[in-house]
């Protein structure tokens, strides 16, 4: 009698669970579908918004906030986490570029300081860099023992020279070994956003430290000394590139509330320069909450905005991608905006000249674009 009440009562538990189960299931494709109806509402009303604005038709890809557009092989391009994709404009397409199999699983994918494509494979044996050598592909394995040890990682590449910085430590690879030299960040750096190669024994890196705190760093590979070159006024440094020359440019962003920062700098030696900007921060006030009656504006005609990333073009000019106002170019001390003006919220994670009259970007969560400069 005891057996059987405890079969009925076993029944009825499991009977109970697997409702609440079936409640669940449904609970989370309910909100699923939500999700993807608000999102399609918000990419809809942005395209709708943006004027003459094109976008490029990808097949069961994932809009991605870090996607890139860029140029490889002398054609436009855009990478999506681990996938990169053709871009043929003229027919608004995107087709996905099959890489060798020997580097699945990737894991990672970037384009290096001298234009050739590097990413992180995923293998059994280790994670692996690979590198873009010709028509080869160079890989090199990382001293990590775990694939798990590269979350959060970042990688640069320049000829025959390649780093990443993980966790405490940041990793040189000159050619023929690694050089591993540990370091200890601030608080506005805690969360490193980029690293690029310099010349000589430099590795740069751009931090973040929420939104009220940032800045960019130099390692000397030798030593592995770490200067603080600038910590960011306002907000984080959220991008940074070398132009031809060899000097480096860098963003600073910030969003708080209704606080807005944007600037453009060029690192002049070892002193950050300002060439244009908008923020409407600062000591003048008109309430408690320090926002300036009138913005601060340097070379930049604009209402108050983040700048989220640039380029460096062909011609010296800067493109600057911005969260609110679309993109703009810098040039001979000058600042004007490409695309045409928009309401909706989008942040353009990167922008590229495809010629006099077009630039490309991309745009989360709406897409890729491509629209007639101004």
């Known amino acids: 009698m005891n057996n ?3 079969m009925i009562f076993k029944l009825i538990q499991f009977s109970f669970l697997f409702v609440a189960a079936q409640i669940f299931i449904a609970a989370c494709n309910n909100s699923s579908d939500s999700l993807s109806d608000s999102r399609q509402v918000d990419i809809n ?7 003459d604005a094109k976008f490029i038709q990808f097949d069961k890809l994932r ?35 099959n890489l060798p199999a020997k580097l699945n699983p990737i894991f990672l994918l970037q384009m290096s300081q001298d234009n050739k494509l590097i990413g992180i494979s995923s293998k059994a044996s280790g994670p692996t860099m690979f590198i873009e050598d010709g028509a080869n592909w160079k890989e090199i394995p990382l001293p990590v023992k775990r694939n798990s040890d590269t979350y959060g990682i970042k990688i640069a590449s320049k ?4 780093c990443f910085l993980n966790t405490n430590f940041v990793y040189f690879w000159d050619g023929i070994k690694w050089m591993k030299r540990p370091f200890t ?21 751009c931090g973040s430290g929420g939104d009220w705190g940032g800045g960019l760093g130099r390692f000397d ?7 603080e070159i600038m910590k960011g006024e306002h907000g984080f440094i959220h991008d940074m590139a070398f132009d031809n020359s ?44 320090g926002i300036l009656k009138k913005p601060i504006q340097v070379n930049f005609s604009s209402d108050p ?45 990167s922008a590229m000249l495809l010629n006099d009259t077009q630039v490309c970007f991309s745009a989360f969560p709406q897409g890729v674009a491509v629209v007639e400069t101004k």
């Not at 000829?159 to 390649?162: I, L, P, R, S, V």
């Not at 601030?186 to 490193?192: G, M, T």
């Not at 060899?246 to 910030?254: A, D, H, I, R």
């Not at 209704?258 to 923020?279: A, I, M, Q, W």
């Open 4 to 6: 059987k009440r405890i």
């Open 45 to 51: 009303a942005f395209r709708e918004t943006t004027g």
């Open 63 to 97: 809009r991605d906030p870090t996607g890139t557009v860029c140029s490889w092989k002398g054609h436009p391009h855009f990478i999506s986490e681990n996938k990169i994709f053709s871009l043929d404009i003229s027919k608004l397409r995107g087709e996905r570029v």
């Open 159 to 162: 000829k025959n020279m390649a």
């Open 185 to 205: 960040l601030k608080n506005h750096f805690k969360e490193p956003g980029k690293v690029l190669i310099g010349d000589g024994n430099s590795i740069y890196t």
């Open 221 to 227: 590979t030798t030593t592995g000394a770490f200067e």
């Open 246 to 289: 060899g000097k480096l440019w860098f963003v600073e962003s910030m969003a708080h509330m209704d606080f807005l920062c944007g600037n453009l700098y060029s690192l002049e030696g070892r002193t950050p320069k300002l060439h244009c900007g908008v923020s409407n921060w600062g000591a003048e006030q008109d309430s408690s909450l």
């Open 305 to 349: 905005l983040t700048f989220d990333s640039l380029n460096i073009c062909k011609d010296g000019s800067v493109l600057i991608g911005t969260n609110l106002q679309g993109v703009f170019q810098y040039k001979n001390g000058k600042s004007k905006r490409l695309t045409p003006e928009w309401s909706t919220r989008s942040d353009i994670s």
